[in-house]
């Protein structure tokens, strides 16, 4: 038997250097094979990168291993020792962890109850111990350096702080094994840099870490071996240091990518098209004045709590403003609710897709059509031939992948959820398109076809205020960026003088 | 492969909607073998006539419920504008009687709608809040009588409501019917019937892509009030009087039978072809008790049962579809 791992084993290593071995495990959903026959070896102690495009069967790999999702065939072993019928509850105790992007804290309770959420007595004493239970979360966290007090309420976190909280939930499992889905998808640069000294902390206890990520430079910057996961195949796996950013690229999108984002031509903007002045929030945005011109392309850039989301909000009449007057096409207009945004042609895509932007248990079509649903109804009755026509032209339009425009929202893609709130947007023909973090949690070709999307918009005379964590994107995208600092406009600048560390500068208060 | 799966979801669809018909089907089979004076043309007209009140309930309480909140208001609300109807008769004559009531029925959807539009009340919160609103009608209805009972009305075309037969057809039989035709058109082929969906879908959403989410709501309690008031005419009607206490229990039955019928509870889910199967479900199975001879105490254990299983059903078949 050892002699046939041995043939298994992909980079010539004995079998019982691996803490983990997943075995040619096959999960099939209906019209779909989301893993196909899938074979992965992680070291002990080793960060394990996995990258691949939405609905490429990571999330599925990562489900099968926190037993939500059984596998139709294949095996895993965790130390040697073959793990059957597992159920979240079992993955922990065998001293596995998962940390989902959404996390799976408790909001109500305190940061000690919630790493010891089930265990909260020890030696099975009926009643709670708090300054041992305090005290042992406090250890925890200081074990990856950080100080917090853990009486705080999980609410009053922010995300990063949150994803410290997990990690500490996963050590006081004994965690061999922590699994990371997209960590750094919510994290600010700054906060990115603190949870790769945790990792490098936990790497150092021996603890093995599988990193799934969208970034590739995160995956060059600390993981030491990567797979890369494609159509529910693993198409390659080996020391991240032997890859090209290139080779991955092409070898999860399947084909060549000759640039990460598309040209953007220069033109010369004059019509202004929006003209915010004064804009005030309570405790938010302070006096914040700026305007867009007619295909112009304007990114704002500023942290978590900067505000931004907040002010794009206000705009569009989501949530109250104390003070500011908004000027559309030259004119003074109130904007007082959604309804008044969409009247005047503005169109606000949320940063939060499952919550804000998509009836996730209805189909692709009552999505697209939703905006539009008093224009294709003829004295109140709905043209449902219309609907469907109008689905079926988005989705090929803006090649949404699905079996038909009947398919619900949940079994698509990040990607493709994404196109269908554009879609659904594309369809009310707005003149001012509010894109919140567009992009946040999609793949790279997905990324692409955005871009490509955003570009022939303002092409047609459409504006786009484009907000983004991601600097990079950010930059490459926009003709103009403000910086958003504590609720006020901390600098501006033209495409041509666009740089990098000096936009970071001024997000970070500088 | 494309028509394949079009082929798997249409029966999926099919296979959903149609499994409590299959249920009523079977239940019916059932009550025939259990007692032959079950299945003949007198005893099903009898279980319509039984369900025309407590359907027009469900029916006004689906809106509310596929709109994402609950009604529990509307058991009081029929006792009230049926005492209003029979006892203003009197005064200003049936029809400013029975058009007060309904007025006052759909005044309490109003205020219900407006109070929870206002504090952006949940689902839970919508829950307690017509709770509230069920005991102060309940009070309401109790003052205005003082306790008793009101005798019956002697205009010949009000008892029609409750007691008349176009041909072989009881008249509050097709009053159900037709409501629920009506109103089964108007939720799921016009723009209004589907911003209700949306509504109950998510809110949020739907606030965000511009629909008048307040107004929606306010307009589903005051279908639902409104179809408690025609509930409070078919009643008095059929028993000729008006008692303080006779819509109690109704919010309860009514939510039975939508839950029964399949429709989520969670909102923005079902059509009225679900509260109507429902309806009917819990139709036979009194009616089927009754014959048997099982007592009305036992009767209500069994229906509070059912809506208990029903909830559990409902959950589980959602933990199956799972969040992906």
């Given amino acids: 038997m050892a002699k046939l791992d041995n043939l298994l084993t992909p980079r010539g290593d004995t079998m019982c250097d691996y803490l983990l071995k997943i075995q040619n495990i096959t999960k099939k959903f209906p019209g779909v094979v989301a893993l196909d026959d899938v074979s992965l070896y992680i070291k002990k102690g080793e960060i394990f990168g996995i990258v691949g495009e939405n609905g490429a069967g990571k999330s599925t790999l990562m489900k099968i291993l926190y037993g939500v999702y059984k596998n139709d065939s294949g095996q895993i072993f965790l130390d040697g020792k073959e793990l059957k019928n597992l159920t979240p509850l079992i993955a922990q105790k065998m001293g596995m962890s998962i940390i989902f992007q959404e996390f799976n804290l408790l909001s109500t309770l305190s940061i ?118 494609r159509d529910g195949k693993v198409v390659d796996t080996k020391k991240t240091s032997l890859f090209t950013k290139n080779e991955i690229i092409q070898k999860m999108v399947g084909r060549t990518v000759e640039n990460e984002y598309p040209a953007r031509t ?61 000027f559309i096409n030259g004119i003074k207009r109130s904007i007082k609710s959604p309804q008044d945004a969409i009247n005047l042609k503005i169109a606000l895509l949320t940063e939060d897709r499952r919550g804000q932007g998509l009836f996730i248990n209805y189909s692709i079509e009552k999505n697209i059509s939703s905006t539009i649903i008093k224009k294709i109804s003829k004295r109140m009755f709905i043209n449902t031939k219309l609907e469907t026509i109008i ?20 079994n698509l893609s990040g990607g493709n959820q994404q196109k269908v709130v554009l879609a659904k947007w594309l369809v009310s023909e707005p003149d001012i398109f509010i894109m919140d973090e567009p992009t946040r949690g999609i793949d790279v070709g997905a990324k692409y076809e955005i871009y490509v999307l955003m570009n022939s918009l303002t092409e047609k005379g459409k504006s786009i205020i484009f907000i983004s964590s991601e600097i990079q994107e950010v930059l490459a995208i926009s003709d103009r960026i403000i910086v958003l600092y504590g609720g006020k406009i901390n600098g501006e600048f033209q495409r041509e003088e666009i740089e990098n560390d000096k936009i970071m500068k001024h997000a970070i208060g500088q | ?75 009081s609300t029929v006792s009230l504008t049926g005492i209003l109807a029979i006892s203003l008769q009197p005064i200003v004559g049936v029809f400013w009687a029975m058009a007060i009531s309904l007025i006052v029925g759909v005044s309490i959807g109003l205020i219900n709608g407006t109070i929870i539009t206002s504090i952006n009340g949940t689902q839970g919160d919508s829950f307690i809040i017509t709770f509230g609103m069920l005991t102060v009608i309940q009070a309401v209805a109790l003052i205005i009588t003082k306790g008793f009972s009101v005798p019956g009305s002697n205009n010949k075309s009000y008892i029609f409501i409750g007691n008349g037969d176009i041909g072989v057809i009881p008249f509050s039989i097709i009053l159900f019917v037709v409501s629920a035709i009506i109103m089964q058109i108007f939720i799921t082929k016009t723009s209004h019937g589907r911003n209700i969906y949306y509504m109950g879908a ?69 059509t009225l072809v679900n509260t109507i199967i429902g309806v009917l479900i819990m139709g036979v199975i009194s009616n089927a ?36």
Avoid at chain 1, 397 to 407: A, N, R, V, Y
Avoid at chain 2, 38 to 67: D, E, H, K, P, W
Avoid at chain 2, 205 to 215: M, N, P, Q, R, T
Avoid at chain 2, 227 to 243: H, P
């Fill in chain 2, 202 to 270: 998510n809110s949020e959403v739907a606030k965000l892509i511009g629909i008048k989410v307040k107004f929606y709501k306010i307009i589903t309690y005051m279908i639902s009030g409104a179809m408690a008031a025609v509930a409070g005419f078919i009643l008095t009607a059929r028993v000729n009087g008006a008692a303080p206490k006779a819509g109690v229990n109704l919010e309860f039955e009514a939510v039975t039978a939508i839950v029964v019928g399949g429709i989520g509870l969670k909102g923005g889910e079902g």
């Fill in chain 1, 391 to 410: 689905a079926k032209k988005a989705i090929s339009d803006l090649k949404i992948k699905c079996t038909s425009e009947k398919q619900t929202m949940l």
């Fill in chain 1, 112 to 229: 000690s109850e919630n790493i010891f959420v089930n265990r909260l007595s020890f030696k099975n004493r009926i009643f709670v111990n708090w300054n041992v239970l305090n005290k042992r979360a406090e250890e925890l966290l200081e074990s990856i350096g950080y100080t917090m007090d853990v009486k705080r309420l999980v609410s009053s976190l922010s995300v990063a702080e949150k994803q410290m909280v997990e990690i500490a939930k996963a050590l006081s499992f004994n965690a061999k094994l922590i699994l990371m889905d997209e960590p750094s998808a919510t994290l600010t640069n700054k906060e990115l840099d603190k949870l790769f000294k945790v990792i490098e902390t936990l790497k150092k206890q021996k603890i093995t870490i599988i990193y799934i990520s969208h970034k590739l430079d995160e995956i060059f910057q600390i993981c030491d071996t990567t797979a890369i996961f």
């Fill in chain 1, 266 to 326: 220069k033109i010369n903007f004059d019509e202004e098209v929006l003209r915010v002045n004064n804009l005030a929030i309570k405790n938010k945005i302070n006096d914040i004045s700026f305007s867009l011109k007619k295909g112009e392309i304007l990114g704002i850039v500023g942290l978590v709590g900067s505000g931004r989301t907040e002010l794009v909000r206000a705009i569009f009449g989501a949530d109250k403003k104390i003070s500011g007057d908004i």
């Fill in chain 2, 1 to 75: 492969m494309n028509i394949k799966n079009n082929i798997k979801l249409y029966l999926n669809t099919i296979y959903r909607s149609y499994t409590m018909l299959l249920a009523l089907i079977i239940l019916i089979a059932l009550a025939s073998i259990l007692s032959h004076s079950f299945l003949t043309v007198q005893n099903i007209t009898n279980i319509f006539r039984q369900v025309s009140v407590m359907g027009c309930v469900a029916l006004g309480m689906s809106f509310v419920i596929i709109g994402g909140s609950f009604d529990m208001s509307v058991g």
């Fill in chain 2, 289 to 324: 008790m009754n014959i048997i001879g099982i007592s009305s105490q036992n009767q209500l254990v069994v229906k509070g049962i059912i809506l208990i299983a029903a909830v559990c059903v409902d959950i589980r078949k959602k933990g199956i579809m799972g969040e992906g």
